[in-house]
Nanobody
Framework: QVQLVESGGGLVQAGGSLRLSCAASGRTFSSYAMGWFRQAPGKEREFVAA????????YYADSVKGRFTISRDNAKNTVYLQMNSLKPEDTAVYYC????????????????WGRGTQVTVSS
């Protein structure tokens, strides 16, 4: 069992930056690939970014590529999402998730989810 708790969300102006953190419980954090997803009001949850267990490979949605960076610190059981050049369309609840499998660019590949943190970008 893995419990995930997101933090770092908030209100920011367009063009600004935020850094999201996701703290995981348990001693097996390094066994999981980690991902970030987001869900805007009235829309489906969508993939944002993911990182393999040993951080050697990362993946990004086209909409955030070049602006967002995912990273992890296995010693701290934490995954991060650095978000720069934020746009109003980035407004959503951001969720952290853990995957024991190989497919980490879709929701079905994840075993555990956090409760989310709200990110609001004003224009």
């Amino acid at each position: 069992q893995v419990q995930l708790v997101e933090s770092g969300g908030g209100l920011v102006q367009a063009g600004g930056s935020l850094r999201l953190s996701c703290a995981a419980s348990g001693r097996t954090f390094s066994s999981y690939a980690m991902g970030w997803f987001r869900q805007a009001p009235g829309k489906e949850r969508e993939f944002v970014a993911a990182i393999r267990r040993n951080a050697d490979t990362t993946y990004y949605a086209d909409s955030v590529k070049g602006r967002f960076t995912i990273s992890r610190d296995n010693a701290k059981n934490t995954v991060y999402l650095q978000m720069n050049s934020l746009k109003p369309e980035d407004t959503a609840v951001y969720y952290c998730a853990a995957s024991a499998g190989w497919e980490i660019r879709s929701l079905i590949g994840y075993n555990y989810w956090g409760r989310g943190t709200q990110v609001t970008v004003s224009s």
